[in-house]
């Protein structure tokens, strides 16, 4: 016996084997005799969820006491929707319940934030992860809009411009900045055009926080220019320090004048120990923090502003436990700003002129 005769003999008795519906007055009646009051869609889902095999359309009128085109009606948008699958069996088509997994059962696996908007543009779906970057209740989240909800994401004018994607078409992307307090957050945003279970267009935004990534790459492009800033000054042995007191950079005519090679240096607080035997600030720390007190007492109170560099020191000084035995060195430290002016750091150049103060000690005979 072919399929499709199979499956229309288990309707001629009026009741859909393995379920408890059979044709009413009004409907579908269950086993107790109380009519069930549930629209069309449910009821035909309900007659459906025991059948994995599927019914034909007869079938499914038959079951749920409705013509037949009223069935088929609400069958096109139940498959339209993701809610039901066809199949073809012979001249036969066989409906069953669909079995794609629920956009709300996997919205919250994805690593994107995700927004669900309908075709007014507003909330109705969101994944827990937006609301812990909103740093807002679902329930606050939900119906409000883009422009006005607690993520403030777009503004008025750029939510405007998404009536356009209701009609289908490609998606969208769109960075998106964001101020919280202080900081600067950056998200990649996918709108996607989207139809939703009810059958009407909606907008499925997916969300990408890149604000790590921008962030290394704006410091990637800071450390460029400070080096690029460095390598344009006349070639003396120089280190440079972050503000953290990190050494960031120690050049290889330091190395040489030193004894102290650039990896023993670079991310440590180290430099110190090119020039003294005890742990003490250079003159670029006490110029990164500001200490103009203890910049003017130091060596001596040989130190004095640079007319040259703007807020830099200078000084000429004996540094006893220099390698390998004592030198004379003249030190300059000058303050590194990034591209808004902010202080990042201090560079300290380092020159030897112990020979020419030798010849200003020379005791004529």
């Known amino acids: 016996m072919r399929d499709e005769d199979m499956q229309a003999n288990t309707c001629r008795t009026g009741q859909v084997p393995g379920t408890d519906f059979g044709p009413g007055s009004d409907g579908v009646t269950d086993m107790t005799g109380d009519d069930t009051a549930a629209d069309g869609s449910t009821r035909i889902r309900a007659i459906l969820k025991d059948q994995p095999l599927g019914l034909s359309i007869k079938e499914i009128s038959t079951a749920v006491g409705m013509s037949r085109n009223s069935v088929a009606k609400y069958l096109e948008v139940l498959t339209a929707t993701g809610q039901l699958e066809l199949r073809h069996v012979g001249n036969a088509k066989l409906y069953t319940l669909s079995r794609r997994v629920p956009v709300t059962s996997i919205i919250n696996y994805a690593k994107e934030l995700i927004i669900v908007l309908d075709r007014n543009l507003r909330i109705v779906e969101v994944s827990d992860s937006l609301c812990a970057f909103a740093g807002a209740a679902k329930n606050e989240v939900l119906h409000t809009r883009l422009s006005s909800s607690p993520t403030g994401l777009l503004t008025p004018a750029e939510e405007e411009a998404l009536f356009?994607?209701?009609?289908?078409?490609?998606?969208?992307?769109?960075?998106?900045?964001?101020?919280r307090g202080p900081d600067e957050l950056f998200l990649d945003g996918r709108f996607i055009p989207t139809m939703l279970q009810n059958g009407e267009p909606g907008i499925t935004l997916l969300l990408e926080d890149t604000t790590g990534q921008r962030r290394a790459e704006h410091a990637m492009q800071e450390r460029d220019r400070m080096l690029h800033t460095i390598f344009q000054i006349p070639t003396v042995p120089r280190y440079f320090i972050d503000k953290n007191h990190k050494v960031v950079f120690w050049d290889r005519a330091l190395e040489i004048l030193t004894g102290y090679k650039s990896e023993e240096m670079v991310g440590t607080?180290?430099?110190w120990r090119a020039f003294y035997a005890d742990e003490q600030p250079c003159l670029a720390d006490l110029l990164v923090d500001g200490d103009t007190d203890r910049i003017k007492n130091a060596f001596h109170g040989t130190c004095r502003r640079t007319p040259s560099i703007d807020g830099g020191y200078e000084c000429?000084?004996?540094?006893?436990?220099?390698?390998?035995?004592?030198?004379?060195?003249h030190v300059t430290a000058s303050l590194v700003r990034?591209?808004?002016?902010?202080?990042?750091?201090?560079?300290?150049t380092v020159e030897d002129v112990t020979n020419l103060k030798k010849r200003d000690f020379v005791v004529e005979g």
């Open 338 to 348: 990034d591209s808004t002016g902010a202080i990042t750091g201090a560079m300290e």
């Open 316 to 329: 000429t000084h004996f540094f006893p436990h220099f390698r390998p035995s004592g030198k004379w060195l």
């Open 164 to 179: 356009a994607l209701l009609n289908g078409g490609s998606s969208w992307k769109k960075e998106i900045r964001l101020l």
């Open 269 to 271: 607080s180290l430099h």
